[in-house]
């Protein structure tokens, strides 16, 4: 398998996820401001968003996705056919279970989530429409890790758009009309994640379909009970106890930063929604792409007993980190005002909020290596199902972030939230990378000496430009001519990726060297 080419595969398809997702969040910017209103819809929005990825694209899929590339390497793919079976239709009934809780449920949800908010009962109501969508969210995921495993990695990383496109169609065409007949508009947010989530589950049927792996969902009591006595269901139950715990970790840290924002006053919860949008952007395109590539892969070699193709994947993955991520956090650092006002300096949204959601996009900036560090390091321990490790860190990296929001909170607001958290990360991603060399399963491959002073020099040269060229504009004032601000900061983005790329090739690196393969 050529990882470059599988990862640009889903790094082009996330990439257009984000494109659209930035497009989505300006009409929301516009609409609705940075106001009581959006802090109820963002809390709302966040609550499926954040089972999902404790029960589907995180504790799931870390446990499900190993087991069934390395069964499907050892025991065929009829074995794992069944396997796949077994697991959706014991998924399928939890999921039901949990989405009939968490609507009747939903106050005391909300009340944990933002005790703060002004607008209580708003949020409480949307998050009832939207709580299904962990539904479909949760199926997406066992069918991406399905396709992955299968090397199908279009289909899964295409599926975010649908999202965004029913998002951006509710905002144009179910806001009004909601408007017209005097409901909140805002409620066409809701309306829109709802018949994204149903799209993104549609679209993976005919591609699970191609390859023979369209789950067969059990509906009897007898063929319930059947999956989960399966093997398989046990095995993906026991590695998701420890995997549930530390992505929990993560998810506890951002309900206390959520809490703790929706009493900094109104506006400090979009305030970072926006600028965690921005940070998606490259912590998807790198992180999440170089993960999905990386799991299969490295459990497959992990499966044949090859530890020196799996220490070269690894070694692989933190080399395109370092290459990638390295010049986008030194870009978030000094364009973020810019940035933020270009994309959603627009309508409702106002100075102040350009100038607060920048400094909190500064701060996660910080930890932006670190983010899509942990990204790749930890498919080190999940493609050996050693859950454990990661947890253990992560209940640590949990305690020094909430530590970090003590002494930050006080001193920078809403921004020393985003900054414990990008901390947070960098202490989980170099913890995550000595337990990978103590284990003796990462050993770097030579090179790497040169490799960081070439891009040390790339990323030094390139950062000054930026920074001469970031202060010759007054973004926020260029509001008069948003088409002109749009134009010179895309010229300065791409003149910047020119110049690093540039320098590198001048100094002697073969960005073909990359292009290896698994």
């Known amino acids: 398998m050529n990882l470059l080419k599988a990862a640009s595969t889903v790094s082009l398809w996330t990439m257009l996820s984000r494109i659209t997702g930035l497009v989505r969040d ?23 968003n954040l089972l999902r990825r404790l029960f589907g694209e995180g504790a799931f899929s870390a446990a499900f996705v190993p087991l069934l590339a390395a069964t499907r390497a050892s025991e065929g793919d009829e074995v794992t056919r069944s396997l796949i079976d ?101 409620h066409a947010l809701s309306a829109g994640v709802l018949i994204g989530g149903a799209l993104q589950l549609g679209i993976q049927i005919p591609a699970l379909h191609r390859i023979g792996c369209l789950p067969r969902i059990g509906l009897s009591g007898r063929a319930i009970r059947a999956a989960w006595h399966h093997p398989g269901v046990r095995r993906v139950l026991s590695q998701m106890g420890p995997a549930l715990l530390g992505v929990s970790v993560a998810q506890i840290s951002l309900l206390i930063n959520t809490q703790i924002a929706s009493h900094l006053g109104e506006g400090a919860v979009s305030w ?125 990296v949990l305690v020094a972030t909430q530590l970090m ?23 989980n991603a170099v913890w995550l990378f000595m337990g990978l060399r103590r284990q003796g399963l990462y050993a770097p491959l030579p090179g790497w000496g040169v490799f960081g002073l070439r891009l040390l020099l790339a990323n030094g040269l390139m950062g000054a430009g930026l920074w001469w060229a970031v202060a ?26 020119a110049a690093y790329f540039a320098v590198l090739r001048l100094t002697g690196l073969n960005l073909r060297s990359f292009v290896r393969r698994g």
């Open 26 to 48: 300006q009409l929301i910017a516009a609409a609705f401001g940075a106001t009581a209103l959006t802090d109820a819809f963002n809390v709302a929005f966040r609550i499926p």
């Open 472 to 497: 010759q504009f007054d973004w926020i004032a260029l509001q008069a001519d948003r088409l002109a601000r749009a134009g010179w900061l895309a010229l300065i983005i791409v003149t910047a990726i």
């Open 86 to 186: 077994a697991v959706a239709t014991v998924l399928f009934w939890c999921l039901l279970a949990t989405c009939v809780l968490g609507v009747a449920g939903a106050p005391i949800i909300v009340w944990m989530f933002g005790a703060g908010l002004k607008e209580m009962d708003l949020a409480v109501l949307m998050t009832r429409w939207m709580f299904p969508y962990i539904g479909f969210m949760s199926l997406v995921a066992l069918s991406a890790g399905v396709l992955n495993t299968w090397k199908k990695f279009a289909v899964p990383a295409a599926t975010p758009v649908l999202l965004n496109v029913a998002m951006i169609g509710a905002s144009l065409w179910i806001a009004p009309l909601l408007k017209s007949h005097g409901i909140a508009p805002i």
């Open 405 to 427: 929001n003590i002494a930050f909170v006080p001193w920078l607001g809403h921004a020393g939230l985003a900054l414990s958290i990008g901390l947070g990360a960098t202490l």
């Open 272 to 396: 970072l929604f926006y600028a965690d949008r921005l940070m998606e952007l490259p912590t998807a395109i790198l992180g999440v792409a170089l993960g999905v590539v990386l799991i299969p892969g490295l459990s497959a070699l992990q499966a044949k007993g090859d530890r020196e193709g799996y220490s070269a994947h690894l070694d692989w993955g933190l080399r395109m980190v370092a290459l990638l991520a390295l010049p986008c956090a030194v870009a978030l650092l000094l364009m973020a005002q810019p940035l933020i006002a270009v994309l959603f300096h627009n309508g409702k949204f106002s100075a102040e909020a350009v100038t607060m959601s920048a400094l909190a996009l500064q701060s996660y900036g910080v930890g932006l290596m670190g983010i899509v560090g942990v990204k790749v390091l930890a498919p080190g321990f999940f493609a050996k199902q050693d859950m454990r490790t990661p947890v253990r860190i992560a209940i640590v």
